[in-house]
């Protein structure tokens, strides 16, 4: 198996003594920081003052963990549909009247908010970016993603091999109802190295993604030495997953940790990861979501849309390389029933998991 210098720094990304820095992203509004995407989520919306019964609009091409904040605060959901390269579909489109409206940065692409903009103009509505996967992506016009609505939600654990950290950014014109909860930040403790992922991630990630896959397998045997029973997959239908946010918890110290990469390489390394895997996956029988980057994006994967029947060529192509794909994303239970095709026919390069 031939692997290249970036496939193996997945998991190992470059450290840099006094590296990556927030401020200069943040620096134009307020940043809060939690352990999960989704909690930084559910202190945003209270921040700005949604209530049980107001209703938020976000893409029906989502996955499914993303709904939970919105049920915990009784919201009410509505979707808005996407064409087959992503784009959401909110022009001429009779939409529900929503207090907020949500914007995918898919896959640290920049997402055009100019119907957003105008959306939220209408109805006096709030935009928030979900740019989970996007941290040190910008725009074209040099705009940090996930910095350009009223909120923006930032999942770090997405991008760099870290147990937890997410954070939550307000722009500095927003009126917030209520200053966000957020707990003190933590220093790494054994949970950081000791739990099953991340004993997974050190041990096996040493070897790029295909090691991880291996230290997976490992363990589950392991367990299922020990306690006699299989590891049950996950129950596709249970709804517990759109209800329920995993216990919140301290994050960890953001700044100090990720001040510890180099965002130099990172950026390079990402860039090369997506080149490198869009000329391996060229005259495979697949459609890249996005053939070339466009100026200023990081991108967290490789997006391309392929058919059941071609997708265990694709995977073997990968596997030889030292990487893998999953499909994405596990569509929330109310858009599954009448998904169009091309909703369950996209497939991510992972890189970090
Ligand atoms: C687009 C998107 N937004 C938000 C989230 C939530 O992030 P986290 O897992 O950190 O809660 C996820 C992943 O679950 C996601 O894919």
């Known amino acids: 198996m031939i692997r290249s210098k970036r496939v193996n720094q997945v998991y190992r990304p470059i450290k840099k003594n006094a590296g990556l820095e927030l401020d200069p992203i943040f620096n134009n509004g307020r940043v809060y920081f939690y352990s999960l995407g989704r909690w930084a989520l ?38 808005y549909s996407l064409d087959k390269n992503l784009n959401p579909q909110l022009k001429g ?44 992506s910008k725009d074209p016009d040099g705009n940090w993603l996930g910095c350009r609505g009223d909120l923006g939600i930032f999942s770090f654990r997405k991008t760099f091999p870290l147990s937890d950290g997410a954070a939550l950014y307000f722009s500095k014109e927003v009126e917030l109802v209520k200053e966000p909860m957020s707990l003190a930040p933590r220093e790494k403790s054994s949970r950081d190295f000791l739990s099953p992922k991340e004993l997974i991630r050190n041990v096996g990630g040493f070897f790029g993604p295909s090691g991880i896959q291996l230290a997976t397998k490992c363990l589950r045997l ?59 996956l060229k005259g495979q029988d697949c459609r890249p979501l996005h053939s070339s980057l466009p100026s200023n994006c990081v991108p967290y994967s490789f997006a391309f849309f392929s058919s059941d ?45």
């Open 42 to 79: 559910f202190h945003g919306l209270q921040a700005l003052g949604l209530e049980a019964g107001d209703s938020v609009l976000l893409p029906e091409f989502i996955c499914r963990d993303l709904l939970a904040p919105l049920n915990k605060l009784g919201l009410k959901i509505h979707y």
């Open 93 to 136: 489109i009779d939409l529900p009247v929503a207090k907020a409206i949500i914007a995918v940065n898919y896959f640290g692409f920049a997402c055009d908010l100019s119907p957003f903009r105008e959306y939220c103009k209408h109805h006096q509505a709030f935009l928030i970016e979900d740019n989970a996967h996007g941290f040190l």
């Open 222 to 280: 392991a367990r299922k030495v020990v306690s006699g029973k299989e590891i049950s997959s996950a129950d596709h239908d249970d709804p517990a997953p759109e209800l329920e946010i995993p216990t919140e918890l301290a994050p960890l110290d953001m700044k100090k940790y990720l001040s510890e990469f180099d965002s130099v390489e990172e950026t390079a390394k990402r860039l090369e990861l997506f080149n490198e895997i869009g000329e391996l």
């Open 309 to 353: 029947a071609a997708i265990g060529r694709i995977k073997e192509v990968l596997r030889k390389k030292g990487l893998e794909c999953f499909n994405w994303p596990e569509l929330p239970l109310a858009v599954r029933k009448n998904a169009p095709d091309i909703y369950n026919q996209l497939w991510l390069v992972r890189w970090v998991w």
